[in-house]
């Protein structure tokens, strides 16, 4: 994969992340988006390089040609990256922020609370840790 190849940064110890991101590597059949928890060291360099926190968990990271995204940005933008009626999901990103992020940030709030924590990162099966940064 190339350097201009998204890159989404997601909670690894989080079940909901994970299964989102296995839902985005069963449907992003270009193969074209690489992943890294935000818990690992190429995730905090991630993150210090686009001023957030090193201990940032509480949205997703979308980082595509140069900019990096969050909340629901992030998640509405990495749906054009989906296969089939998925990219449709791009279209709501015509709803304004204040309406989007508040959604986004109710359900990262109880995201522990409703899907579960791991005590560790979750590991990719074999197929897929070549997506995998750090």
């Not at 059949?29 to 992943?35: L, P, S, T, W």
Request: hydrophobic share 40%; glycine share 6%.
């Amino acid at each position: 994969m190339s350097q201009s190849s998204p890159i989404l940064l997601f909670d690894g110890v989080c079940n909901l992340c994970n299964s989102s991101v296995q839902f985005v590597l069963e449907r992003n059949k270009n193969e074209n988006i690489q992943f890294a928890s935000l818990q690992s060291d190429f995730g905090r360099k991630m993150l210090a390089e686009i001023n957030l926190p090193a201990d940032y968990t509480s949205s997703l990271v979308l980082i595509e040609e140069g900019k990096s995204y969050v909340k629901s940005d992030a998640a509405l933008r990495l749906a054009k990256h989906l296969n089939g009626l998925w990219k449709i999901g791009s279209v709501l990103l015509v709803f304004p922020k204040f309406i989007s992020n508040p959604v986004y940030d109710w359900i990262a709030k109880n995201r522990y609370k409703w899907f579960g924590k791991k005590e560790v990162c979750w590991i990719p099966e074999t197929k897929w840790q070549s997506r995998f940064l750090g």
